[in-house]
């Protein structure tokens, strides 16, 4: 594992899925939110879902966690999530990327497959990934709205 | 465990398999071995074209396989899943049951070898299997069992790019059984066509990168008796440096190996970010099929026009096929080139390859020598999955789009080596000055922006529409 240091106090958590090792984007993607002042422990490519999970345990104040899906088989490498979840673990947004499904068309079904699972945020490239952190940075530090 | 000559598989796999003599029997009586289909490609000065192929389910692989061959291709693939490739066995075989469409490769080992014999028997040219397993041993059992005479991969390719946290040692010794094996069946008549993937991590690979390594690893295969050897290298988009590098692949085999072992060049089609318009990336295709023959290699393995978008249907995966052989055949036997620039490209490819390779053979212990290499950055990969290199060498492409070294990290280059690769990366006076991801990004997306450049038809429908950018 490798453990790319920013300036600021923020901290993603960034790998790619189980079984795809594509690592181009993954490199990518850790130098680039470096340079936006992130600190990205990237746990590269071929990491089950556990490892994130316990690697947010390590790293408790990451803010999302992304992962990175270029071969296809998505669906399979992250069907742990519903279950880790109800374990109370990566209780943090998920945020996917890359090449979603087996064969030249993505469908919305394929997407919604994934959104089941618990997937909280799809992107189709990693240009709107700063963005998206902001945004949800901004959204977790709003106060809980007020009820009765 | 179980031993099957010297080759260390399961005890599961070995269980199912057919006794090692009707193996033999079946792959001898194979009417066309893919070494005759080489040697012919290279009698004829012409390349066969070969695509990559395989999905889940039995039935489909067979059609395919059907469709395909009516394409003419001269070798067809069984390409394997990626739960397979990474000895996830039981997933491919729960995904097989449930969705089988969900798998992006056939799992041979979760078919098994009687199914594999019914593919080798549905079509006439003979099958090689592609993969991507750091330890393709069980795999390589089924295969010969299936009467398949080519298997791509090695200790170092099939590692570096395929795996997070794989010892080469592991690797290197796993595939060292697969080549002793060969080497048994060559004694007893059987050539195996052994593939070499010099491709790498395909983005932005130096050609003296990938030649290195596969030198290695022929070296080491050579000693371990294989006799047939394809050494692939990835089209890295600017010609001359691709012909140089394809004929480099024969002066190499010269160097370093015994003449008894036959070598055969393959160009892998542009392995890197491929262009989204049909027209364009129909164009890469050709030009492809067109180098390979240019730069003496006895095959070309095709892309398709959907290789932008995920893998392809049959229909573009045939048409490219067609596509690669046009580039091949005789209407363009015309074209010429700058022959002295082949030469001096080809000059500093083997210069370079020599440089980080024979220090390393230098070495009693090869496999250890590797090793260490690796881990001290003396041989190294850009981009690397494996945490076992370290990917320090930053690649970039000079004016003209051929790809050097910007960085070379701690790779043990001479001063004339180094002084070339900078000078040839100069930026010309004046030119706006960009981070190297920047840099490193368009580099990737080199034949996007010529696309993009041209007056071509959108791209159909995708699975994002405009190219990924950063
Ligand atoms: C290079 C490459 C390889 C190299 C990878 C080397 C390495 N270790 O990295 C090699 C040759 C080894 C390889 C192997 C395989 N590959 Co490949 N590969 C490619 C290729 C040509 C380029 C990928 C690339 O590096 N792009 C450059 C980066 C910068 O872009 P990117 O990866 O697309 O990432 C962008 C977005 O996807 C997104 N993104 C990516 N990750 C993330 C993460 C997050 C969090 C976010 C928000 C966004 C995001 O943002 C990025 C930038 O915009 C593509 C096809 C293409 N695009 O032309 C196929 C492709 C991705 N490969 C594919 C496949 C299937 C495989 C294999 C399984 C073999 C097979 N069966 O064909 C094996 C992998 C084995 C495994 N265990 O996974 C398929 C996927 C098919 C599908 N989904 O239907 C593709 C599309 C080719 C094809 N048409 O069949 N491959």
Known sequence: MDTLHGRSERLVILGVAESDAHAVANHLIAMQLREHGFTVVNLGVCTPLADFADALDRHPRAEAVLIGSLNGHAHQDLRALPELRAAGRLRRPVVLGGNLSVGSRTTDADLQRLRDLGVDHILPDAGGLVLLLDMLDAAAREPEPQHG | ???????????????????????????????????????????????????????????????????????????????????????????????????????????????????????????????????????????????????????????????????????????????????????????????????????????????????????????????????????????????????????AVRSLAARYLDPAVEVFPVLHEFMGVFPRTPEYAGLLILQGGLLARLGGAAKVVSKTVQEAYGIPDAAANAAGVRTAALGTSDLLDFVRYDESRVAEEQHWIEREVAELVDPVLADGDLFAAVETAFAEGRLDIPFSASVHARSRVVPRRDRDGAIRYADSGSLPFSRAVLRRNAALLRDPEGARPRSLIDAATADIHYFLDKESRLPLRAPYGANSDTPPRY
């Open chain 2, 1 to 247: 465990m179980a031993d099957l000559h010297g080759l260390e598989i399961s005890a599961r796999t070995a269980a199912a398999l057919p006794d090692w003599d009707d193996t033999v029997a079946y792959l001898a009586s194979r009417p066309l071995p893919a070494v005759e289909v080489l040697r012919a490609a290279d009698a004829a000065a012409r390349p066969v074209v070969q695509p990559r192929c395989g999905v889940g389910g039995h039935g489909e692989m067979l059609g395919l396989l059907r469709e395909l061959e009516s394409a003419g291709p001269g070798i067809l693939s069984v390409t394997i899943d990626s739960h397979t490739r990474l000895l996830r066995f039981d997933t491919a075989s729960a995904l097989l049951r449930r969705r089988p469409a969900d798998l992006n490769g056939y799992p041979l080992v979760t078919h098994g070898w009687q199914r594999g014999r019914e593919l080798t028997e549905a079509v006439a040219v003979p099958l090689e299997v592609r993969h991507g397993s750091p330890d393709g041993r069980d795999l390589f059992a089924v295969a010969l069992a299936a009467g398949i005479t080519s298997y791509e991969g090695g200790g170092i390719g099939y590692n570096l790019p395929y795996s997070k946290d794989v010892p080469l040692a592991h690797s290197l010794r796993a595939w060292q059984q697969v080549d002793a094996l060969c080497g048994t069946l060559a004694a007893s008549g059987v050539v195996v066509d052994r593939e070499l993937f010099g491709t790498l991590t395909a983005v932005l690979v130096p050609p003296s990168t990938s030649l290195a390594v596969a030198v290695l690893e022929a070296v080491a295969a050579a000693r371990e008796g294989v006799r047939c050897l394809s050494v692939a290298y990835p089209q890295g988009g600017e010609p001359h440096q691709d012909i140089a590098a394809l004929r």
